[in-house]
């Protein structure tokens, strides 16, 4: 048993509320326990210079952490002048996540912003954002569809991402930050509902690991994934009966 009372391939309770900001295209709030992510799309109709004339769209993404998301205040990066490292490495991921979900070359010459407020965080706040990221861009697109600016929503497949990790020695689903603080090996998995990988981010804390280690990991990751994709088939569906 967990520290919060789960299994150890028990998923935290995920919420996910469509049309959280209402000037945005696109926008959910996702909680995944006590992480809570506030992720809005934006459509620009200009993609950028390097992509201009080639009849594709792009889709990029930025992330941020409120001072008070964690425990103890941290400054805002705008008040440092620059973004961390780990913003960046984030932002890239979520953005490279979303472009492999979609067919830009159905998008048109536009781009997608998609913005990730990180307004509390408790563990798993980069697989949170990308799991929410996914539902706000679709939503952006259907409004795309709405108003004729599209023939069709341009998503290839439908994906996801969730933490594992070991703890004492055991193989666990959906690491909360006490656990990842403690985790002898930690992964950050984005997977389609193809069951394909999409990125896998992964490190030994403290000791080396064996491949069947690696294989329990993904196996929990491949189930988890699974669950949150249809949790987010569900919300999409109930905001377009709306």
Same mark, same amino acid.
């Given at each position: 048993? #967990?520290?919060?009372g789960?299994?150890?391939?028990?998923?935290?309770?995920?919420?996910?509320?469509?049309?959280?900001?209402?000037?945005?295209?696109?926008?959910?709030?996702?909680?995944?326990?006590?992480?809570?992510?506030?992720?809005?799309?934006?459509?620009?109709?200009? %993609?950028?210079?390097?992509?201009?004339?080639?009849?594709?769209?792009?889709?990029?993404?930025?992330?941020?952490?409120?001072? #008070? +998301?964690?425990?103890?205040?941290?400054?805002?990066?705008?008040?440092?002048?620059?973004?961390?490292?780990?913003?960046?490495?984030?932002?890239?991921?979520?953005? #490279?996540?979303?472009?492999?979900?979609?067919?830009?070359?159905?998008?048109?010459?536009?781009?997608?912003?998609?913005?990730?407020? %990180?307004?509390?965080?408790?563990?798993?706040?980069?697989?949170?954002s990308?799991?929410?990221?996914?539902?706000?861009?679709?939503?952006?697109?259907?409004?795309? %569809?709405?108003?004729?600016?599209?023939?069709?929503?341009p998503?290839?497949?439908?994906?996801?991402?969730?933490?594992?990790?070991?703890?004492?020695? %055991?193989?666990?689903?959906?690491?909360?930050?006490?656990?990842?603080?403690? +985790?002898e090996?930690?992964?950050?998995?984005?997977?389609?509902?193809?069951?394909?990988?999409?990125?896998?981010?992964?490190?030994?804390? #403290?000791?080396?690991f064996?491949?069947?280690?690696?294989?329990?990991?993904?196996?929990?990751?491949?189930?988890?994934?699974?669950?949150l994709?249809?949790?987010q088939?569900?919300?999409?569906?109930?905001?377009?009966?709306?």
């Amino acid at each position: 048993m #967990r520290i919060d009372g789960r299994n150890t391939d028990d998923l935290r309770p995920v919420q996910l509320t469509p049309d959280f900001i209402p000037h945005a295209e696109g926008s959910v709030l996702i909680e995944v326990g006590r992480t809570r992510v506030i992720c809005t799309a934006s459509v620009e109709e200009s %993609v950028p210079l390097f992509m201009r004339g080639s009849n594709k769209g792009w889709i990029t993404a930025e992330y941020s952490m409120l001072p #008070r +998301a964690t425990e103890s205040r941290t400054p805002r990066e705008a008040s440092l002048g620059r973004k961390s490292g780990r913003t960046q490495e984030i932002q890239r991921l979520i953005g #490279r996540s979303l472009r492999t979900a979609a067919n830009l070359d159905l998008l048109g010459e536009r781009t997608i912003w998609v913005d990730c407020d %990180v307004i509390e965080a408790d563990g798993g706040t980069r697989t949170a954002s990308i799991t929410g990221a996914f539902v706000a861009m679709v939503q952006a697109m259907d409004k795309l %569809v709405d108003k004729g600016a599209l023939n069709t929503v341009p998503i290839r497949s439908s994906i996801a991402a969730v933490s594992v990790g070991i703890v004492d020695g %055991v193989p666990m689903l959906d690491l909360n930050y006490e656990e990842d603080a403690n +985790a002898e090996v930690d992964f950050n998995v984005v997977m389609t509902d193809q069951r394909e990988f999409v990125e896998l981010q992964g490190t030994a804390e #403290r000791q080396p690991f064996s491949k069947t280690r690696l294989d329990a990991l993904l196996d929990l990751a491949e189930s988890g994934i699974a669950q949150l994709i249809d949790t987010q088939q569900q919300a999409l569906g109930a905001m377009r009966k709306r």
